[in-house]
T-cell receptor, first 110, second 115 residues
Framework: RKEVEQDPGPFNVPEGATVAFNCTYSNSASQSFFWYRQDCRKEPKLLMSVYSSGNEDGRFTAQLNRASQYISLLIRDSKLSDSATYLCVVNPGGSYIPTFGRGTSLIVHP | EPEVTQTPSHQVTQMGQEVILRCVPISNHLYFYWYRQILGQKVEFLVSFYNNEISEKSEIFDDQFSVERPDGSNFTLKIRSTKLEDSAMYFC?????????????FGSGTQLSVL
């Protein structure tokens, strides 16, 4: 089983839609979780950390479910500029090295 | 805002040649990383570096690869004898600490093409 798994998509949604992505991780001892955003052929950029209690930043909400070993990202009121690949990143237990999922592609159309 | 800078942005080389990719991490950061991303695939960890030595490395980081911090600002990745499969985008990253939960800041990458 892969350490970090994501549905590659693409998720094709109209402007204004709400869209959610999940990411599952295999190591139950994983301790920290992030969502990064990557535009085509650019570097990953931190979108938000994911805390146990869940957290929100504007239109973006991240949640962690330790029992089922997944994290989620919810984007409300999608904008054209949200089109990108969203990378799930997990620090596996026993390592400080962030491990990336393959990413979920989001396309927001007019 | 401070940023990680990488040079060159593109590097084309012949198979078997040596290449050196350069990075200048954010100045007060202590942990440095190299990742790579083959086109269409995920971002893969290569190596992390702290206190002038490698702290972790992946299976990809074999004897053909080496890293160095030759002075107080640069952090380099050397590939001794490039192979076709080394063609990828190479990202340097740095973080202020190495603890779990530390955020990584990435450079804009070097696109390496091995012919």
């Amino acid at each position: 089983r892969k350490e970090v798994e994501q549905d590659p998509g693409p998720f094709n949604v109209p402007e204004g839609a709400t869209v959610a992505f999940n990411c599952t991780y295999s190591n139950s001892a994983s301790q920290s979780f992030f969502w990064y955003r990557q535009d085509c052929r650019k570097e990953p950029k931190l979108l938000m950390s994911v805390y146990s209690s869940g957290n929100e930043d504007g239109r973006f909400t991240a949640q962690l479910n330790r029992a089922s070993q997944y994290i989620s990202l919810l984007i409300r009121d999608s904008k054209l500029s949200d089109s990108a690949t969203y990378l799930c990143v997990v620090n596996p237990g026993g390592s400080y090295i962030p491990t990336f999922g393959r990413g979920t592609s989001l396309i927001v159309h007019p | 805002e401070p940023e990680v800078t990488q040079t060159p942005s593109h590097q084309v080389t012949q198979m078997g040649q040596e290449v050196i990719l350069r990075c200048v991490p954010i100045s007060n950061h202590l942990y440095f990383y190299w990742y790579r991303q083959i086109l269409g695939q995920k971002v893969e960890f290569l190596v992390s570096f702290y206190n002038n030595e490698i702290s972790e490395k992946s299976e990809i980081f074999d004897d053909q690869f080496s890293v160095e911090r030759p002075d107080g600002s640069n952090f380099t990745l050397k590939i001794r004898s490039t192979k076709l499969e080394d063609s990828a985008m190479y990202f340097c990253a740095s973080s202020a600490g190495g603890a779990v939960g530390e955020k990584l800041f990435f450079g804009s990458g070097t696109q390496l093409s091995v012919l």
